[in-house]
């Protein structure tokens, strides 16, 4: 764990008490010869140390552009943040010039990506990305940097750390090579670690093991950690709370137990009823029907409503339904969120 | 490694005899009256036309004339030109001369095409993309038979800021404007290439783990994406050296620079087959050498690529 004073001296008007991280109606927007792609468009969530805050929702909902418009690593252009605040304990990040902005990267917040193959630079020995961050950022020496690396390779469990410090990206096995994603994530004690669908690219065995070797870190560090993630079994063992998006908002965010028992919103509904289940044999499995809108045109009013069961007229006109609070810590974008939490 | 090494090696000594075989047959068929084409307009006396004749054996047929030759050529005897002068003793002087030109076009080409490349990957459809898209186009279509001459006109005669010609010992400066027409013939590709090669990899996944490290951008760019980048550039190099020392066949000869290709367009013009086979043979082994080079540098460049 960091000293807090020795970040409030990196960082000034850094707040210990203030929430670890805070996202506020963030906007992020794509402009290409296309039109704009209106990607995230109103995220709001907070993270406190220790928990884990899973972010679920279909591909192209905005989950992975929220995490790189927190990370600060938008292709820009063709990304642009409109709106919002990002605030790590009461700093608003994307308030910061890009330089003090970059030593947040990896000092507080750090990220592990999909597919490490394509993650990890081919050409640089594993040794080497890793003590990149040592040298870089804390100006060690090349030899106290590869003792640190070896350590770390050592914490994510990868087995004889030291012969393999010197091994390139694609020496490594699928679980391995993201166990050294999660080492140079987790190098300079970061307090937000973002995970963007650590585990899609892993078979199940080895996506079990990284889990739980994401959550044993997590709780050693006391870290706060957000799980992008699509899939709902991944999410119900590790999370503490759930923000479901879709079309770039934030649904429904809920306690994990109160989502999987009694959603309030219907995407969030409809989602948890297309899980395949063994006692379900046989039956028909309930799809979502139709697409998510493409971003470039997102329909007036909720933008679910397409593809809704429940929706009426006031659910195609705009403004869109506000975050209704279906209970304190739980919120739900549904004018008829009583009905479908009622529905069970 | 050292088993590829081996192979290629092995490779090679077929690939010689094929070469030189073909050149030779080449300048065999070609071949009309070289002694007449050697003396010129002057008439030649049958007595000396016989002595010549016996000397390099004009008269025997093709595969025995071959065969001479290559007694001679391996146990590293290159022969004698018609002119009477030691191959080897011209090969001695040409070739320092021929290797600094392309040493220095290739330095240019490579200085200038790698530069400019990684800014335009960098800022695709700016200004200076755009611009130098332009220029490299029009260099690529002029043919270094325009070119050259062209240059020569300009910067030599008119402008006089170079030498029009090279003379007997060319010194840098002398050579600079030739290595110039001489780079211009692979700047083009190499810019091109830098440029994909740097804008493609600027989108990889790597780079934002970098950016998502928070390291600054110059290191980004001038470390991580560079390294990759340069791979193919490297590569493509490494193949021009053969495409500089062809070129300089028209360079030396416009330029009048007493390298390897000045000789080998005299050689050809006055059907000088010892000579012609005698200078081909050895940018058979240049060729052969820079490709195994290449081959061998990529490895050491990607570590992905291992050679059994």
Sequence with gaps: MTDIQAQIDVLPGLDPRAPLLEVTDLHVEFRTQYGISRAVNGANFMLQPGETLAILGESGC??????????????????????????????????????????????????????????????????YQLSELFRMHKGMSRA?????????????????????????????????????????????????????????????????????????????????????????????????????????????EAPVYDIYA??????????LESIPRLDMK???????????????SIPQGCAFNPRCAYARDVCRQDPPPPAYIVAPGRTARCHFWREVVGDE | MFRYIVRRLLQMILTFFGATFIVYALVFANQDDPL??????????????????????????????????????????????????????????????????????????????????????????????????????????LPIVVLAPLAQLIFGIKLGWFPPTAGAHPDFHALLLPALVLGSLVIATELRVTRSSVAENLRSDYVRTARAKGLSRKRVIGVHV?????????????????????????????????????????????????????????????????????????AALDPRIRYE
Excluded: C
Excluded at chain 1, 62 to 77: E, F, N, Y
Excluded at chain 2, 78 to 100: C, E, H, N, Y
Excluded at chain 2, 231 to 252: F, K
């Design chain 1, 144 to 252: 106290d940097a590869k003792r640190r690396s070896i350590e770390l390779l050592d914490q994510v469990k990868i087995p004889a750390a030291r012969a393999r410090i010197g091994d390139y990206p694609h020496q490594f096995s699928g679980g391995m090579r993201q166990r050294v994603m999660i080492a140079m994530a987790l190098a300079l004690d970061p307090e937000v670690l973002i995970a963007d669908e650590p585990t899609t690219a892993l078979d199940v065995t080895v996506q079990a093991q990284i889990m739980g070797l994401l959550a044993e870190l997590q709780q050693q560090r006391n870290m706060g950690l957000i799980l992008i993630t699509h899939d709902m079994g991944v999410v119900a063992d590790v999370a503490d709370r759930i923000s479901v998006m879709y079309a770039g908002k934030v649904v429904e």
């Design chain 1, 282 to 296: 046989g039956q028909q499995l309930n799809v979502i029907k139709g697409l998510p809108p493409a971003l470039t």
């Design chain 1, 262 to 271: 009694r959603p309030a919103h219907p995407y969030a509904k409809a989602l």
């Design chain 2, 226 to 298: 560079l390294r990759n980048s340069l791979i193919p550039v490297v590569t493509l190099i490494g193949v021009d050296i053969g495409g500089l020392m062809s070129g300089a066949i028209v360079t030396e000869g416009v330029f009048n620079i007493p390298g390897v290709g000045f000789n080998l367009f005299r050689g050809i013009r006055t059907e000088d087959g010892p000579l012609v086979v005698g200078f081909v043979s050895i940018l058979v082994i240049v060729f052969l050498v820079v490709n195994l080079l290449v081959d061998l540098l990529y």
């Design chain 2, 36 to 141: 007449q084409a050697l003396a010129g307009e002057r008439p030649i006396t049958a007595s000396v036309r016989q002595a010549l004749t016996e000397r390099y054996h004009l008269d025997e047929p093709f595969l025995k004339q071959y065969w001479y030759y290559m007694k001679g050529l391996l146990s590293g005897d290159f022969g004698t030109s018609l002119t009477g002068r030691k191959i080897s003793d011209m090969m001695t002087q040409a070739w320092p001369v021929t290797i600094k030109l392309a040493l220095i076009a290739m330095v240019i080409a490579a200085t200038v095409a790698v530069t400019a490349g990684v800014i335009s990957g960098i800022r695709r459809g700016s200004m200076f993309d755009n611009t130098t898209l332009v220029v490299t186009l029009v260099i690529l279509s």
């Design chain 1, 62 to 127: 905005g989950k992975s552009v929220t995490a790189q418009a927190i990370m600060g690593i938008l292709d820009s252009p063709p990304g642009f943040i409109t709106k919002g605040e990002v605030k790590y304990r009461g700093i608003d990040l994307l308030k910061l010039p890009e330089n003090e902005r970059r030593k947040v990267r990896a000092n507080q917040i750090a990220m592990i990506f999909q597919d490490a193959l394509s993650a990890l630079n081919p050409v640089f020995t594993v040794g």
